[in-house]
């Protein structure tokens, strides 16, 4: 069975950090390319970071560069987001997402998703 889970999510006090994990599972991520999302409440769901899996290239909007990092185990399968310095507007409920292809892309390609975690950022 194909899956994707994320574990990581909790409360955090502004300028604080936590990690996210995505492990995958009934398939090998590859040759995936695999995206971190996020909404909040009342607001589209936005990428905030992407990593190719076969050639390493990595993407972030300007709302999260320079503070948030996407690395990859292939040993584990898994793939993080390291989330440093972060704000009250990073509340969200967080999604990782792939699809096959060496390319990050937008929202609509890709095919599996995990089912979220709640990231709160709140003094």
């Known amino acids: 069975q194909v899956q994707l889970v994320e574990f990581g999510g909790g409360l955090v006090q502004p300028g604080g950090s936590l990690r996210l994990a995505c492990v995958a599972s009934?398939?090998?991520?590859?040759?995936?390319?695999v995206a971190w999302f996020r909404q909040a409440p009342g607001k589209e769901r936005e990428g905030v970071s992407c990593?190719?899996?076969?050639?390493?290239?990595?993407y972030y909007p300007d709302s999260v560069k320079g503070r948030f990092t996407i690395l990859s185990d292939d040993v584990k399968n898994t793939v993080y987001l390291q989330m440093n310095s972060l704000k009250p507007e990073d509340t969200a409920v967080y999604y990782c997402?792939?699809?096959?292809?060496?390319?990050?892309?937008?929202?609509?390609?890709?095919?599996?998703w995990g089912q979220g975690t709640q990231v709160t950022v709140s003094s």
């Open positions: 997402a792939a699809h096959y292809g060496s390319k990050c892309s937008p929202r609509p390609f890709y095919d599996y």
């Open positions: 009934g398939f090998t991520l590859d040759y995936y390319a």
């Open positions: 990593i190719s899996l076969s050639d390493g290239s990595v």
